[in-house]
Nanobody
Framework: VQLQASGGGLVQPGGSLRLSCAPS????????MAWYRQAPGKERELVAR???????NYADSVKGRFAISRDIAKKMAYLQMSSLKPEDTAVYYC?????????WGQGTQVTVSS
């Protein structure tokens, strides 16, 4: 099972994008849904995650601008990104932690540029 991330693209500074993540197959008991990103020349970093009970946490750099949400029935995760900055430019990956393993998607490119 892999995750399919979508919704990336080119956006101007101050703009918004909404990323979506869907599994290609069946995943049981997801305990954490998360978004990571990796900019050129940098390590992959955690952007946001949502736990089974609904609590969330965010990287300091995106607090107040990004919001993670989910559709439990569809097992989809979303990342609403607002007030985007050039430093948000990266490949964004979704990640699920389930009872049977750790799942990753192929990534979607987000480029913030005027």
């Amino acid at each position: 099972v892999q995750l399919q991330a979508s919704g990336g693209g080119l956006v101007q500074p101050g703009g918004s994008l909404r990323l979506s993540c869907a599994p290609s197959g069946q995943i049981f008991t997801i305990s954490i849904m998360a978004w990571y990103r990796q900019a050129p020349g940098k390590e992959r970093e955690l952007v946001a995650r949502i736990f089974g009970g609904g609590s969330t946490n965010y990287a300091d750099s995106v607090k107040g601008r990004f919001a993670i949400s989910r559709d439990i029935a569809k097992k989809m995760a979303y990342l609403q990104m607002s007030s985007l900055k050039p430093e948000d430019t990266a490949v964004y990956y979704c990640n699920y932690v389930g009872a049977r393993g750790n799942y990753w998607g192929q990534g979607t490119q987000v480029t913030v540029s005027s």
